[in-house]
């Protein structure tokens, strides 16, 4: 290969590198590798830092029944962590929802979602891995995308099995590990 053709070969279509894929190119990815998201339970937070509310988002989901879920989204091609949370969290509860992200971006679990109804966690779509954040938001939360409203739950409502099974996807076990994370049993 010469010099020129290698050139050409590493330099990136602007198309192709932005991080976004098309319906199709998503479905063929989705059948065959795992695929990187970033979850955020939004909260809300004492002076002292104790959690006094957690946020769950109201949806419709595919099949048009309302559901409970977290925020959540895919991270993109040259998107690091912090972006990717950001940008989520900014899509699902508006620009004045004002998150403060953790200075170190360790989660307090990782989910693995199952294509199959196999385990707890189940996303028919794909096979998913979503690194789960608890995030502090003090301003308003303002619904936007396909989110119908943001619940504020105590961390005794949020330990209700009817509420915990609201919860698509078996995301309540996730809801249970985070209130667990914060001793909030």
């Known amino acids: 290969m010469r010099h020129n053709e290698a050139m050409s070969v590493r330099t990136p279509d602007p198309e192709s590198s ?11 990815i989705r059948r065959r590798v795992p695929i990187l998201y970033v979850e955020a339970i939004p909260v809300r937070v004492d002076g002292m830092g104790r959690i006094e509310h957690f946020g ?10 309302i559901t409970r879920t977290f925020v959540s989204g895919r991270v993109q091609y040259g998107e690091n962590l912090r972006g990717a949370l ?18 170190s971006l360790a989660p307090f679990t990782i989910a693995e979602f199952s294509p199959m109804p196999v385990t707890e966690l189940h996303d028919e779509r794909q096979h ?6 608890l995030v502090p938001v003090t301003g308003e939360c303002e619904p936007r995308q396909d989110a119908l409203e943001v619940t504020w739950v105590t961390p005794e409502q ?6 915990l099974d609201e919860l698509e996807g ?6 249970r590990a985070a209130i667990g994370h914060v001793a909030a049993w």
């Open 56 to 65: 769950l988002l109201l949806r419709a989901n595919s099949e048009g029944m």
């Open 158 to 163: 949020a330990r209700d099995p009817d509420l």
């Open 86 to 103: 950001l940008r989520h969290l900014e899509k699902d509860l508006g620009a004045m929802a004002f998150p403060q992200l953790p200075v």
């Open 128 to 133: 998913a891995v979503a690194l789960e954040y």
């Open 170 to 175: 078996g995301r309540g076990k996730i809801l």
């Open 18 to 28: 932005s991080g976004w894929m098309s319906e199709d190119e998503l479905a063929l």
